[in-house]
């Protein structure tokens, strides 16, 4: 079984401030997608990163995939109180797994005015 | 298009009642998904279907039924509910190729008492 790590569960920051979420795992996946989810709604596709090393920047939002693509992470840049809500990782197999994703337990972000 | 449609939003269930949660999607994604997102826990993935006609067993499958009849159409069946089934129930879609990106619904917050 593959099990995504997301670190930390919770963060609480002032805006302006910076932060990095951290999605990691000792298994192998063929991509990785970031998705974000706001109170009452389901989870909405930020993006999904398939080579390992590769970077990929979404306005201040950067996403970075780990060299052996068993670890990803989100930089936020001066973070605005529209940053708030659920953020998921979750890592996908390929191969013949179907689509399915193993998603990590989510980082609950507050971005404070 | 409507994307991913889920009914009802909320419900609330004795212990022993039994019910089918509803959704659909009018994007033609041959694959959908199930997901239960208890607190804390991320996304537990019950269910998926590959095309109409094929359905298979994800992680958390116990106390469930689904069935594919159309492409458009995947509903969840509760047959003895249970309050270990109190959760927010989440349907998504994706492509059947490429990096399967999925597409969520807005979902359905069951509490059964």
């Known amino acids: 079984t593959q099990l995504l790590e997301q670190s930390p569960q919770f963060l609480s920051i002032q805006e302006g401030e910076n932060l990095t979420v951290y999605c990691n795992s000792s298994?192998?996946?063929?991509?990785l997608q970031w998705y974000r989810q706001e109170p009452g709604e389901g989870p909405v596709l930020l993006v999904t990163?398939?080579?390992?090393?590769e970077v990929k920047k979404l306005k201040r939002l950067t996403f970075q995939f780990g060299d052996a693509r068993k670890d990803s992470s989100l930089h936020i840049t001066a973070a605005q109180p529209g940053d708030t809500g659920l953020y998921l990782c979750?890592?996908?197999?390929?191969?013949?797994?179907?689509?399915?994703?193993?998603f990590g337990q989510g980082t609950i972000l507050t971005v404070h005015p | 298009n409507a994307g991913v449609t889920q009914t009802p939003k909320f419900r609330i269930l004795k212990i022993g009642q039994s019910m089918t949660l509803q959704c659909a999607q009018d994007?033609?994604?041959?694959?959908m998904y199930w997901y239960r997102q208890d607190p804390g826990m991320g996304l537990k993935l019950i269910y998926y279907s590959v095309g109409a006609g094929i359905t298979d067993k994800g992680e958390v499958p116990n106390g469930y039924n689904v069935s594919r009849s159309t492409t458009e159409d995947f509903p969840l069946r509760l047959e003895l509910a249970a309050p270990s089934q109190t959760s927010v129930y989440f349907c998504a879609s994706s492509y059947s190729s490429g990096t399967y990106e999925q597409y969520f619904g807005p979902g359905t917050r069951l509490t059964v008492t």
């Open positions: 298994s192998v996946f063929s991509s």
């Open positions: 990163v398939v080579t390992g090393g």
């Open positions: 979750a890592g996908s197999a390929g191969g013949t797994s179907y689509g399915k994703l193993t």
């Open positions: 994007m033609n994604h041959n694959y």
